[in-house]
């Protein structure tokens, strides 16, 4: 058994609302949409998206299930109205995907995080709909991850809960960064990192201790912040509260959750002697990365039988509360 956690599919419904909106520029060319951020273009082949193909890569990598999601540009791009319309249809066209997949897929729901009464009502609509957690951006529009306004959505996640799993999109500050193709190579794991930090530093994860969260691509630039989160110099230790939890004890606890969608066996290497397998999962990105080479990445990192179960599907089934 093998689940992928992180594989994304676009649905028609997200590109008629992001063809009518501003920005990012979306346009049809030939074989798919493409969305022009100014600093950064992105390319989604209507091909790759198609869930028989998504199918057929599953097979090629030997993945049984994947956790499905619109993949970016997120309804965060939208009006606050708009956003919150074409989060409640792709919920509706995600659970379908998932119902007509015949046990290949579930999913994963989208909230109009901008709309905190609309996105408490979506959980809801959520968990009826039998998606298994939710998206959760590093930026919501204009809004951080950490605004006061969103208090009840996390707190309402919480409460039937519903993982949240962090995905990168398109930062802030994408236009001081917009060459060489750094928005995309290099931001995303940057950006993950501090919305996760938000989460810590703003206490969310403190108040809701039942809430769940995955950072995605093994942990991103987190592992490497060890000596800046760990090590407090001595002039500023007297400011800093002996009880609160820190960011890397955050990290550690079994709140925080991870997918090893990086294709670096350095990397992976380095993640396992980290922060081990306990709470660790299969995950490729996909399209990003195909399953069949993050399946012979992963089998080639020398996992013993029990840490393949952990990664390949066991932890996943745990978190997600998967039926399999």
Request: charged residues 25%.
């Amino acid at each position: 058994m093998r689940i992928d956690v992180q594989c994304h599919f676009f649905p028609k419904a997200a590109e008629r609302y992001l063809c009518e909106n501003s920005f990012p520029k979306c346009m049809r060319v030939e074989g798919g949409l493409m969305c022009d951020f100014g600093s950064q273009k992105l390319m989604l082949a209507d091909m790759q998206y198609d869930p028989e193909m998504i199918i057929r890569s599953m097979e090629q990598g030997q993945v049984d299930l994947a956790l499905l999601s619109c993949n970016i540009p997120d309804p965060g791009f939208l009006s606050a109205e708009k956003e919150a319309l074409l989060c409640s249809e792709l919920n509706e066209v995600t659970a379908e995907t998932v119902n007509n997949s015949g046990g290949r897929f579930a999913g994963m729901g989208f909230l109009p995080w901008r709309s905190p009464k609309k996105a408490c009502e979506e959980v809801r609509r959520v968990k009826e709909l039998d998606l298994k957690g939710v998206m959760l951006f590093t930026r919501l529009g204009q809004l951080q991850v950490d605004d006061p306004s969103l208090e009840e959505i996390y707190k309402t996640c919480a409460e039937n809960a519903l993982p949240l799993f962090i995905h990168p999109t398109v930062p802030m500050w994408h236009e001081a960064i917009g060459a060489y193709g750094m928005v995309a190579n290099t931001s995303f794991v940057i950006d993950t990192a501090f919305a996760f930090m938000r989460l810590c530093y703003s206490g969310i994860l403190d108040r809701y201790p039942q809430l769940n969260v995955v950072i995605p691509h093994a942990g991103g630039i987190m592992p490497i912040l060890d000596g800046r989160l760990g090590y407090v110099p001595p002039a500023v230790r007297r400011f800093i509260d002996p009880d609160k939890r820190t960011v890397l004890d955050t990290l550690f606890s079994g709140q925080v959750w991870f997918d090893l969608a990086n294709p670096s066996l350095k990397v992976l290497t380095y993640f396992k002697s980290y922060l081990g397998l306990d709470r660790a999962m299969y995950g490729t990105d996909y399209p990003f990365v195909e399953p069949f080479y993050q399946t012979e990445l992963l089998d080639s990192l020398g996992l013993t039988e029990n840490e393949k179960e952990q990664v390949n599907w066991k932890n996943a089934k745990k978190l997600f509360c998967l039926d399999i």
